[in-house]
């Protein structure tokens, strides 16, 4: 009977350890084997491919460095990444990375953070709080990357080239900054990034006309509705960008619907599966990626040096700079076999399904005959 008691408790505590305390997601990767360790946050601002990416590289930082780190990625906006946060401070974490949803009006509680313990911001700022440093890169040069490949996608196009932007907030710092860098390219205007085009009216010169900008607070579907209306209110469209992970995927689903894929130029920006496989596929020109893997190793790494005592935070840059790059036919599949190792995907799963796919179809021959 004692056997049993001491069993069930062992499978409850087991159980326990797995457990989410509230909305949203959280993984809890504990390398302690050697009595306690500094406990670190990563903190997303929603749930997407980039995202898990990110993880996989804030988990092996934790492994690299022997401390536990919480990735906590919000479901339900702003309201959920402020739980989140607010529950990191009850719990008293050594440091916390944030990527904040709507920086403008989160300062106070970010500063609460900051306050608290070690706050850093990474994939998008909060240059006006009291973070310690930046680890991104510049999503204004980002997206000015990003209107050099809408340019260079649409350069046999005679006349003029209508363009449609699709992201999930510009409430983001990250968000304006991209769609501005894109912008103020295809306007060819001079370098600022502090300028800032409201959304609403068509921003247009000679060459370039951008009809407007559709934003869908991170519901897939609502993009992609947003993208049919828009092929049905301009059925002569020429190009439409993506600036978010999902963006791209949602407007191509799109796109292929109304089968229109190859009749409408697409950008993006990050390395969705479904991107990248497009690009290969000559049905979409190109995207822009981060390094969220870095983004999730870096952040961690800082967060854990600082606590352990072998790097004081004082001691390193305001803005850790991981550069963009832009992915095109011509590096794609190079660039997605990198990605595949970093985050240990393999092409074994693929390949496993062609195989099962190409069983299906000889029996379905086999009953044809």
Same mark, same amino acid.
């Given at each position: 009977?004692?056997?049993?008691?001491?069993?069930?408790?062992? /499978? =409850?505590?087991?159980?326990?350890?797995?457990?989410?305390?509230?909305?949203?997601?959280?993984?809890?990767?504990?390398?302690?084997?050697?009595?306690?360790?500094?406990?670190?946050?990563?903190?997303?601002?929603?749930?997407?491919?980039? #995202?898990? /990416? *990110?993880?996989?590289?804030?988990?092996?930082?934790?492994?690299?460095?022997?401390?536990?780190?919480?990735?906590?990625? $919000?479901?339900?906006?702003?309201?959920?990444?402020?739980?989140?946060?607010?529950?990191?401070?009850?719990?008293?974490?050594?440091?916390?990375?944030?990527?904040?949803?709507?920086?403008?009006?989160?300062?106070? =509680?970010?500063?609460?953070?900051?306050?608290?313990?070690?706050?850093?911001?990474?994939?998008?700022? &909060?240059?006006?709080?009291?973070?310690?440093?930046? /680890?991104?890169?510049?999503?204004?040069? &980002?997206?000015?990357?990003?209107?050099?490949?809408?340019?260079?996608?649409?350069?046999?196009?005679?006349?003029?080239?209508?363009?449609?932007?699709?992201?999930?907030?510009?409430?983001?710092?990250?968000?304006?900054?991209?769609?501005?860098?894109?912008?103020?390219?295809?306007?060819?205007?001079? +370098?600022?990034?502090?300028?800032?085009?409201?959304?609403?009216?068509?921003?247009?010169?000679?060459?370039?006309? /951008?009809?407007?900008?559709?934003?869908?607070?991170?519901?897939?579907?609502?993009?992609?509705?947003?993208?049919?209306?828009?092929?049905? *209110?301009? $059925?002569? %469209?020429?190009?439409?960008?993506?600036?978010?992970?999902?963006? $791209?995927?949602?407007?191509?689903? &799109?796109?292929?619907? &109304?089968? +229109?894929?190859?009749?409408?130029?697409?950008?993006?920006?990050?390395?969705?599966?479904?991107?990248?496989?497009?690009?290969?596929?000559?049905?979409?020109?190109?995207?822009?990626?981060?390094?969220?893997?870095?983004?999730?190793?870096?952040?961690?790494?800082? =967060?854990?040096?600082?606590?352990?005592?072998?790097?004081? %935070?004082?001691?390193?840059?305001?803005? %850790?700079?991981?550069?963009?790059?832009?992915?095109?036919?011509?590096?794609?599949?190079?660039? #997605?076999?990198?990605? +595949?190792?970093?985050?240990?995907?393999?092409?074994?799963?693929?390949?496993?399904?062609?195989?099962?796919?190409?069983?299906?179809?000889?029996?379905?021959?086999?009953?044809?005959?």
């Amino acid at each position: 009977m004692k056997r049993f008691f001491c069993l069930t408790l062992l /499978i =409850l505590a087991t159980a326990l350890t797995g457990c989410d305390s509230g909305d949203g997601q959280e993984t809890n990767t504990n390398n302690n084997t050697q009595g306690p360790r500094p406990t670190v946050a990563y903190v997303t601002n929603g749930v997407a491919s980039f #995202w898990d /990416i *990110a993880q996989a590289g804030a988990e092996q930082a934790a492994a690299d460095l022997g401390v536990e780190v919480l990735v906590q990625m $919000p479901i339900d906006g702003v309201q959920d990444q402020k739980r989140m946060l607010e529950d990191l401070i009850t719990r008293q974490v050594d440091g916390v990375a944030v990527s904040p949803i709507d920086s403008d009006n989160q300062l106070d =509680l970010l500063n609460q953070v900051a306050a608290a313990t070690t706050l850093i911001t990474q994939d998008s700022d &909060a240059a006006d709080s009291d973070r310690e440093l930046y /680890i991104g890169m510049s999503n204004y040069d &980002a997206g000015w990357m990003c209107g050099k490949l809408i340019e260079e996608a649409t350069q046999d196009v005679a006349g003029e080239v209508s363009i449609m932007i699709f992201v999930g907030r510009l409430e983001q710092v990250n968000a304006r900054q991209r769609r501005q860098g894109l912008i103020d390219y295809l306007m060819k205007r001079e +370098k600022d990034d502090t300028r800032y085009d409201e959304p609403g009216a068509e921003i247009k010169n000679e060459r370039f006309v /951008i009809l407007g900008t559709r934003t869908d607070d991170f519901d897939f579907n609502k993009c992609k509705s947003y993208a049919e209306d828009t092929l049905t *209110a301009y $059925p002569d %469209i020429t190009c439409m960008v993506g600036l978010f992970a999902y963006n $791209p995927p949602m407007i191509l689903e &799109a796109l292929a619907s &109304a089968d +229109k894929l190859n009749e409408v130029h697409v950008v993006g920006f990050d390395e969705d599966e479904s991107t990248l496989q497009a690009i290969v596929d000559g049905t979409c020109y190109g995207t822009v990626v981060q390094n969220p893997y870095q983004y999730g190793y870096q952040s961690v790494k800082v =967060l854990a040096e600082n606590a352990l005592g072998t790097t004081p %935070i004082s001691s390193l840059d305001k803005f %850790i700079d991981i550069p963009a790059r832009q992915i095109k036919r011509d590096n794609v599949e190079e660039f #997605w076999a990198e990605l +595949k190792k970093l985050t240990g995907k393999t092409d074994e799963g693929s390949e496993d399904q062609s195989e099962e796919e190409l069983e299906e179809e000889e029996t379905a021959e086999d009953s044809a005959e």
